[in-house]
């Protein structure tokens, strides 16, 4: 084992969170010594550590005597005092303000004057945090995300005052710890928070306008885009007293930024202990832990499927045309549909109620399908009705669809899809955090791949399904909706010619 950056560890703090970087620490190497300030809690913090390396001997994952040397080098610290020769302290205690500036206070009082101090707060300023101290740039953040041994990245933090030194020797030991370390400024919820605002608040947005359900939501999201968890299973997993501060918190020190807005749905469930997963209920109920979910409505049984038209204007025109001849569809080919045709429209960021207007078009027998997401890349082909969609041409555009097997959903109209809506809002956040220089393209990445755990990174996403064609949903959305939330990021629209991933070696 390679001698670790920091020889004594301090973690203040022994939660879920200390425990878990108290774990790596000692597995690099490092003597760690436990602090809390509740006495029991350090014992019961050592005892479930040892309790999981002894599990990881038991599954032939770690040897015997590295579990026993890892043990012997978790110790306790009945007082603060004795983290005196401690060359990094690592706090992970409540998330108040004046709370963490207290005990920062204190410690560099006891600790030497090159020591370290490290916050691993995931909302709070560095800055603000570091600014009674007399060594601010000793200081920084170190946000690890739990469980803090699966999840392998780490964002390292500046404050204002952070000296450089500081970042590379916390850089290299989050390296030595197995982790994947990342650079961010010291902004809202610096990398993965900030870029994570897209997903549920877009999605909270969509149900609350009553486009669709939770479920439905988290259907399409998995199924379109891949997603390992819906929003709202997301949410569950997390439970709302954990994220729907986060949003607030967010909402807040970007001054009321549009884009970040939290949501009436989690503030309501807050207040009413509906928060997840732990308590047994949230977005859906839980019995031993499973989520209890209703059957997916069965496609319907149509027997005579009408002719079908396809706007001249559906994003992936011919694409759609070859799934239509692929389903054994009856397809006209006039200027216009004829009287009995089921008509398909495929827009980006528009609604089927404008585009049937605007195009001329029979509202009643308008139906919107998803294109922004080539057919053969899902697992879920997404329709929308208009208000005056008839029944019949509803059921027939869910039958024909659903005709090879693969699972449809119908949503009642609005400005963009689904997968539009959400897909667009996360690049266009992540675009954002590009053009404030929060990270470089690159710690983007790889902060949300590994801290987030989405099917590509936010900037890969964009280049994935087109930047012209997210610039398009994000216009069109503004054209709809009227609200700021969707105002492309000028650093989306300088590079939605050229591409997101390519510009990755610049910040």
């Known amino acids: 084992m390679n001698t670790p950056r920091f020889h004594t560890v301090g973690i203040v703090g022994t939660g879920a969170m200390g425990r878990g970087i108290a774990q790596i620490a000692a597995q690099a190497g490092s003597t760690v010594l436990l602090f809390d300030t509740q006495a029991d809690a350090i014992a019961k913090a050592r005892d479930a550590l040892g309790a999981q390396w002894d599990k990881l001997v038991d599954k032939g994952r770690l040897d015997a005597t590295d579990a026993a040397a890892h043990k012997q080098r978790l110790r306790p610290a009945a007082r603060l005092a004795e983290l005196a020769g401690c060359d990094l302290v690592v706090e992970a205690i409540v998330e108040k303000l004046d709370v963490k500036q207290g005990l920062f206070a204190e410690l560099e009082g006891v600790v030497g004057p090159d020591a370290v101090l490290a916050t691993n707060t995931s909302s709070l300023s560095v800055t603000a945090i570091a600014a009674g101290l ?9 946000h690890f995300f739990n469980p803090v041994p699966l999840m392998k990245v780490v964002e390292v933090i500046a404050g204002l005052k952070t000296a450089a030194a500081t970042c590379a020797a916390l850089t290299d030991y989050a390296r030595q710890m197995g982790h994947t370390p990342v650079q961010a400024a010291d ?17 909270l947005r969509i149900v609350s306008e009553g486009v669709a359900d939770f479920a439905t939501i988290d259907r399409i999201l998995r199924d379109q ?8 299973e997301l949410f569950d997993l997390t439970a709302l007293d954990v994220s729907h ?3 607030e918190s967010i909402f807040r020190q970007y001054y009321d930024e549009p884009r970040y807005r939290p949501s009436v749905i989690t503030a309501q469930r807050l207040a009413g202990g509906v928060l997840g997963r732990k308590t047994g209920e949230g977005f859906y109920r839980y019995v031993d832990g499973s989520a209890q979910l209703a059957p997916e409505p069965a496609a319907p049984r149509v027997d005579d499927i009408p002719p079908v038209w396809v706007s001249t204007r559906a994003a992936r025109r011919a694409e759609l045309y070859q799934l239509l001849k692929d389903l054994g569809a009856k397809i006209e080919t006039g200027q216009s549909p004829s009287p009995q ?3 398909l429209v495929a827009p980006l960021g528009f609604d089927v109620t404008t585009v049937a207007v605007v195009e001329r078009l029979d509202p009643a027998r308008t139906i919107g399908i998803d294109m922004l997401v080539e057919d053969a890349a899902t697992r879920r082909r997404v329709l929308a009705t208009n208000p005056a969609t008839r029944s019949d041409m509803r059921d027939a555009a869910h039958a024909l669809f659903a005709r090879d097997g ?12 689904v997968t539009q809506r959400v897909v667009a809002t996360i690049v266009n956040i992540a675009a954002d955090i590009c053009q404030q220089r929060v990270c470089s393209p690159q710690d983007l990445e790889t902060a949300v791949t590994l801290g987030l755990g989405y099917p590509l990174g936010p ?23 009227g609200d700021p939330r969707y105002r492309p990021s000028p650093w989306l629209r300088r590079r939605g010619a ?3 991933s390519l510009m990755h070696e610049e910040a």
């Open 341 to 343: 045709a089921l008509t």
């Open 406 to 417: 693969k699972a449809v959903s119908v949503i009642r109209d609005s400005g963009g899809f």
């Open 498 to 500: 050229i591409g997101l």
């Open 187 to 203: 902004t809202p919820g610096f990398i993965v928070n900030h870029a994570g605002r897209g997903y549920g608040t877009e999605a």
């Open 245 to 247: 501060p986060v949003m």
């Open 134 to 142: 007399k060594r601010p740039q000793r200081f920084a953040g170190y």
């Open 225 to 232: 885009v891949g997603f390992k968890l819906g929003p709202f």
């Open 459 to 481: 900037l890969a996403m964009g280049d994935r399904w087109g930047p012209a064609n997210i610039l398009e949903v994000l216009f069109n959305l503004q054209t709809v909706y």
